[in-house]
């Protein structure tokens, strides 16, 4: 949405936007309930921010690309403020938290309950104030880029409410589409993070990198059943509260696996703790549901409801009292550093081919910083608008039938029936066991080799005749066939990288190599299912 607002503030006469979902209610964002980082404070600066945010990813940040979301990152915030967002205030300023990895207060709110909503509603406003210039579709899955030259002139996509197969023509095509935790069993984004945007890239000739880095939260909600809020809401109790983590049998358990003695105080770093619940879980002293027991049963009522009094309210509703009940929790999927390569203007190697938000790879290196995904959209989305506004601005090749002819005859395929939810399924539990939080060099070979029989079991056509609205199994199996694509690029990469860096853990190379201090770029080459690395 910010890349649609900026593409007509710099002049672009017709912007179309399309989402997978509902305008601006899918995806991540719209998700998200806590924070977002922003040198907004007295005293603050983006070069702060920007060192922090280097220095969480281990050596593997784009600097350029993580210098402008910390300095275009506090504009686009700032700007947000204007547009009414609604963020909190402390006397005359913004109200700021300090989230780990910050060396101050840098992280702005709504509220602990409404933040991504706040955001994705505001950015809807300015979209209608914009008016018609942007033409907005729903229920929009794009399948393919559609290349000309070795340029890209538009897409082909399937309009899921219709069935019927649309071919898109644009000066300019921006990639938005989030990031990849589908792939996942558990995960905190919305079902339409299945990585779509990578697969794009890769499958018109983009180049991805850092595709190992997928960062696990360790202590998302597990049970018991908790609706509306979100999955890794836990992690501000924890930290200002002094969460214990507990195994099965209702003991303390970090210090076993590396971590120190908390005493009370959110002191273990995410990986660790990451590490510990997983380890346990392994040894069979796991909580009832596979995971681990968050207590804050030694808090005061009145100190729970001082910090987080809506919060509160709302797991009543749940039928959680947290001065009674302890909850599970176990690691999730929550974001994913790497994507696509773009340059400062946010173009990729394909000209007419630009990316935003978690599509971008580089910015965040090995790990992301708490509180910079909202950020990061809002600043990619910017620059990728205006660099799409003068593109467009100096033409386009016509845009040729010809060239969508293979992905058109995809959408028109008429294939054997088929259950794809359930490969999609398996998929999951593979990336889950085999592809999570601590890899192998075995557990990678054996997801390697399964994704080739899923891919074969995937077939090369959709079940079913095309033409029908909200076809359930077609959906599933184009999704499927993008998770395969995207699941590969991580595999591979994982594989590749012998040591343990930020989010990516190798339990046999556990230790981080400065010979590996660079990214690992991927490519597809024609007619192949899995990309290489390249130099």
């Known amino acids: 949405m910010y890349a649609a607002i900026e593409a007509v503030r710099q002049g672009a006469a017709s912007v179309l936007l399309l989402d997978r979902s509902l305008i601006g209610r899918g995806g991540a964002t719209v998700m998200a309930q806590m924070t977002v980082a922003a040198a907004v404070g007295p005293g603050d600066d983006w070069r702060h921010h ?20 910390c300095e275009v990152g506090a504009e686009c915030i700032l700007e947000m403020d204007r547009w009414k967002v609604g963020w909190a205030r402390a006397g005359n300023g913004f109200a700021q938290v300090q989230a780990p990895g910050h060396d101050r207060a840098r992280c702005v709110y709504v509220d602990f309950l409404s933040t991504g909503p706040a955001v994705s509603k505001a950015l809807r406003a300015q979209v209608q104030r914009v008016g018609d210039a942007i033409r907005r579709i729903g229920e929009v899955l794009v399948t393919d880029l559609v290349v000309q030259d070795g340029r890209v002139t538009g897409a082909v996509a399937l309009h899921v409410a219709s069935g019927v197969a649309l071919t898109i023509a644009a000066a300019a095509t921006i990639i938005a589409t989030g990031g990849l935790t589908r792939l996942y069993a558990r995960n905190s984004a919305s079902a ?28 998302g909600h597990l049970a018991p059943r908790l609706i509306g809020m979100d999955p890794i809401m836990w992690d501000p109790f924890r930290y200002k509260l002094g969460g214990r983590l507990l195994n099965g ?32 879980v392994e040894a069979g002293r796991g909580s009832p549901n596979g995971g681990a027991w968050l207590s804050f049963t030694h808090v005061p009522a009145a100190t729970l409801r001082a910090a987080f009094g809506p919060v509160i309210d709302r797991l009543a509703a749940n039928g959680i009292d947290l001065t009674r009940d302890c909850i599970e929790v176990s690691p999730i999927a929550h974001y994913h550093m790497g994507g696509v390569r773009v340059d400062t203007a946010m173009r990729t190697d394909l000209p007419g081919l630009l990316c935003a938000g978690e599509a971008v ?6 790990n992301r910083l708490s509180g910079n995904a909202i950020t990061e959209a809002l600043a990619f989305g910017r620059i990728a608008g205006a660099e799409a506004a003068r593109q467009a601005a100096e033409g386009a090749p016509d845009f040729s039938a010809a060239a969508a002819r293979e ?28 592809v999570g939080p601590f890899r192998t060099a075995g557990g990678l070979a054996r997801a390697a080799a399964e994704l080739a029989v899923l ?10 005749a095309p033409g029908l609205a909200h076809d359930l199994a077609r959906l599933d199996w184009l999704d499927l066939r993008q998770m395969l694509l995207v699941a590969e690029a991580v595999v591979v990469a994982a594989t590749a990288r012998v040591e343990s860096r930020g989010a990516h853990q190798r339990e046999d ?17 024609a007619g192949a299912n899995v990309p290489e690395l390249v130099s």
């Open 509 to 525: 190379f556990p230790e981080m190599s400065p010979a590996w201090e660079r990214n690992l770029p991927l490519r597809l080459r």
């Open 249 to 280: 049998a209702m003991q303390e358990f970090v210090e076993r696996w590396g971590g120190d003695a908390e005493n009370g105080t959110y002191s273990t770093t995410r990986d660790l703790a990451t590490y510990a619940i997983t380890k346990e």
């Open 361 to 366: 790879g580089g910015a965040n290196g090995a």
């Open 407 to 434: 992905a058109l005859a995809l959408l028109a395929g008429e294939g054997p029936a088929q259950n794809p939810a359930a490969l999609v399924a398996r998929l999951q539990r593979l990336m889950s066991t085999d």
């Open 455 to 464: 891919r074969a079991e995937l077939g090369t056509t959709p079940p079913g």
């Open 192 to 219: 339409n993070m299945s990585g779509d945007g990578y697969a794009l890239a890769l499958r018109a000739g983009a180049t991805l990198l850092d595709m190992e880095f997928v960062q696990f939260f360790p202590i």
């Open 50 to 69: 920007l060192a922090d945010t280097l220095a969480a990813g281990r050596g593997l940040c784009d600097p350029a690309l993580a210098a402008l979301l």
